[in-house]
């Protein structure tokens, strides 16, 4: 009131005095403070009486905090629950980046990178990206050494704002085996960060990065829990307002048996290759080893690098061979098989006449003996493995025909195994992809090539083995698969809708491979009747590649074992029947000690 | 002189002042007391984290208030013309102490900016303490700016600038911009030629855009409060906390001492955001008295400034009105997210030495102000015998000027 009254009072008293315009400006500040008082106010009712309540609630958020805890991973089983991947305890170190002011760190960095024999800029880097104002604990180091552990209690009047902490990191009790399908896990990388934040990954978060810890991610991840706590400024709890636990991963139950695994990679040696073993009835995979490989526990802790070195140094030790594409040589004659016998064109009684060679546009195709096998019919071309008859049976039905029973067997695509991030598809050629790559089109010469598995087809290890089960089951193409849990209530195989005889031929012939054709090697008088095909690639150079793939027992088969080496020179029967002959005898072995499956257990006995 | 003027609070002849020097008094001790009260809230748990005893700056803040009230009183008991008489020399000291604060290593660096000396142990802040000079002397250019030969307005106003510009290479932008309005306001109320004062005012828009766009970090941080929440982390950090101290007040706010905010969320809450604790341990309403309150105080140097018996007093006034409510209304812009985040000092609030004794030194003048604006009893014998003394204007360039202007007329108006 005063405010206003004033100067119109005053004013009039003292004109005569002093110019009016001077008390103007007293008159135009009391305005002026006015105003300003009155915005400021009408700025408090805003802030304190309208968008009080949503301000209160961030600022409220300021203070509650979720101190989180890590889940402990699910573990991966074989069937028979025995641990393939597992979590033990170690010692982690931390820090708490809210602890100190941005430029206090360099003395405890110093020391850290000391003792923890990181570079100073990682640690550094590391700090950077959480943020110096970050609530949460930043992991610079997983699995530290006992010794490590007591330097960093020694030096900790310096090394404000870390904390070390037990925390559970992923063990491989098995160390590289079954490398390639367990994978590995690791820590975030800031891609990958910034692609999955929305699946609520965090910096410094433990991932799965390879095989099932990839692919089954989702079950084994869990969790986080933690506390909701109150803190004040500094971080100090005040007080706990609720806890949330964490929910532990699940467990995986893998199709493998650790001691068909371990036998098959002794089996495979330090041969650079793959062995893939499965049920034929469902497509379960029973061992699947890649050479050479690698011990995922490196990646637990935080890898030095002279192990990465000598990882390096080995030749692509993280391929899964398995899942790797390459010539199938006379393995595929099992398709030309189906196809030539399926066309029409063929009776299952066909004999057709064998040369030392055929002359094709040409060019000269040689029989691998150069010498010819007589006349055959088709258990007999399958025994002796008879290129021309091949060629001839290639010729007959055309590529078209051969084309489309090739990727009616599963390849040309991924097989559907859980690992198809790793998994190759293979290459079916055909007249379109020639002239796309080659810029030329389809040669009969190509269908030649590709009767006897040669030329440009490329089918993985385990491609092939799903190729062998269809013989073994009797015509289903299974879809190989690694997961155990709730395996019965999927179907996992699918008809390729073959004649009753045409299956019963191939497996006539795959049988007489064994008993007196090219796979010999494989027999062992202790083991069932054993039905198999050698392999043997063109010698590009540095050796050919040698494949054998067997199942028995051939009249009840219950396991398909495919045996792959890579540029070992020999021939599939000389180098690979040896091979799956050991991992078949270990599977037979193991069955002897525990005669009874679960299955027959399980049912009731009155 | 009488001893009892040394010593706060008891001062006898209150009694006999008029009504606006004896509200204003008592004005200035209620918003000291709230600024006590403040200080111990907003600072225990910091002191305590920091210097191990919570009542650690409310004990040296209380030093401060005791200093600052001894020079609050011998003002109040000295006349203006005799406080001008030394403006002119007190002005050129503390500028040089500003001066040297620009010397690399000599002025100490806070946050970036070199506002401080030290004294022995006393942490100095020479742009607070210029403030009341600054009016002093400012009204007392401007208030016979037509009687003063060019070379003198210039000289001054020359000095003037250098200090602006001293305040604002520190840099202290908020400071220096102050300082600028005060000088601006003061001159308007001088009654200066219209065109003189609005080339000024556009000159010193200019200044602050250059000065501005020198220096990046000023722009973001200026621009910032528009939108705090574009750097929540960063430039908008302390703005966003402010806010929600503010807003976490509501209607009663959350009480005395529980203020959630300043646990270490809001930073420097004891100095230039000690308003957000405020307001969020009084809410709404305690808010509006301390607008109120300002309101009051504003209301009264006004009143003071229209009674003034000449010119130069009511300068003074409107001068230290300008530094003490204006600055309290900016620092409360600055904290509610309406002007942009600067380090401005709530006067009597935030703790601070030099702000404080600046402030109280200032409130003090206003008060001498009231007292001899026109109540009989204002002119003491005491007080006359003083004003009898020789004032020493020899061998200042203002002297001449001096001479001429009017004697204050000690005749009293209204006296019955």
Known sequence: MTLTQSPFTTVTQAENRTVGQRYRSVFLMAIASLIVLGGLGGRLVYLQLLDGAANRKLAENNRIRLIPKQPERGKVLDRKGRILAGSRLSHSVFLWPLARKKGEWGSTIKRLSQILKIPKDVVQLRLDQAGYNSPFLVRMARGISPAQVTALTEYSAELDGVQVDAEAVRYYPNGDLAAHILGYTGELSDEELKRRKDDGYRLGDVTGQMGIELAYENLLRGEWGGQQVEVDGAGQVVRILGQKSTKTGQDVTLTLDVDLQKAAEQALGDRKGAIVALDPRNGAVLAMVSRPAFDPNLFSTRITDAQWQRLQSADHPFVNRALQAFQPASTFKIVTTAAGLESGKFTPDTVLPTYPSITIGGIEFNDWNRAGFGPLDFPGAIAHSSDTFFYQVGMTIGDQTLIDWTRRFGFGRKTGIELSVEESPGLVPDDAWKRKELKEGWFLGDTVNMSIGQGFLLTSPLQVAVMFAVPANGGFLVKPHLLKDNEESKNWRESLNMLPTTTQKLQKGLREVVTYGTGGGVYDPSLPAIAGKSGTSEDVGGGSDTWFGAYAPSDTPEIVVVSFAEKSGGGGGSVGAPIVRQVLKAYFDLKKKTPSSPKSTASPVP | ?416
């Open chain 2, 1 to 416: 002189m009488n001893l009892r003027h040394l010593i706060p609070f008891f001062d006898t002849t209150a009694q006999d002042w008029s009504v606006e020097a004896r509200s204003l008094r008592w004005l200035t001790f209620v918003w000291l007391f709230i600024g006590l009260a403040m200080v111990f809230s907003a600072a225990y748990a910091v002191a305590d984290a920091e210097q191990g005893d919570g009542l650690y700056y409310f004990k040296l803040q209380v030093v401060w208030v005791l200093i600052g009230l001894v020079g609050f009183n011998l003002l109040v008991h000295t006349p203006i013309r005799f406080i001008l008489g030394v403006a002119d020399w007190g002005l050129l000291i503390v500028l040089g102490l500003i001066l040297v604060t620009l010397i690399p290593g000599v002025g100490i660096l806070v946050n970036g900016s070199s506002r401080w000396l030290f004294i022995g142990p006393f942490p100095l802040q020479p742009s607070e303490l210029i403030k009341p000079f600054l009016v002093l002397q400012s009204a007392r250019i401007f208030s016979q700016w037509d009687r003063l030969r060019w070379s003198v307005r210039i000289t001054w106003l020359g000095i003037f600038l250098v200090v602006v510009a001293g305040v604002l290479l520190q840099p202290n932008l908020s400071t220096a911009a102050l300082c600028g309005m005060m000088l601006w306001l003061i001159a308007l109320g001088a009654g200066l030629p219209y065109i003189q004062l609005g080339g000024t005012a556009l000159a010193g828009l200019l200044i602050a855009a250059l000065s501005v766009s020198f220096r990046s970090y000023q722009l973001q941080r200026i621009l910032s409060f528009l939108n705090p929440w574009v750097d929540p982390y960063g430039n908008g950090y302390q703005l966003i906390q402010s806010i929600l101290a503010v807003a976490s007040g509501g209607v009663w706010g959350t009480g005395f001492g529980l203020s959630q905010q300043k646990l270490f969320y809001l930073p420097i809450q004891y100095t230039d955001f000690i308003f957000a604790v405020f307001a969020e341990e009084f809410g709404f309403l305690g808010c509006v008295m301390l607008l109120l309150m300002l309101a009051a105080y504003a209301t009264l140097a006004l009143r003071v400034a229209l009674k003034a018996s000449s010119p130069v007093h009511r300068l003074v006034a409107i001068g230290i009105m300008v530094l003490l409510i204006g600055q309290s209304l900016l620092n409360i812009g600055v904290a509610t997210g309406v002007l942009p985040t600067t380090g401005l000092p709530f006067p009597l609030l935030s703790y601070g030495g030099s702000s404080m004794i600046s402030s109280l030194i200032a409130a003090g003048l206003l008060i001498r102000v009231a007292r001899e604006g026109g109540e009989a009893k204002v002119v003491r014998l005491d007080d006359h015998r003083h004003t009898h003394q020789p004032v020493s204007l020899k061998s200042r360039f203002v002297k001449r000027s001096l001479r001429e202007s009017p004697r204050v007329p000690k005749i009293p108006r209204r006296a019955t």
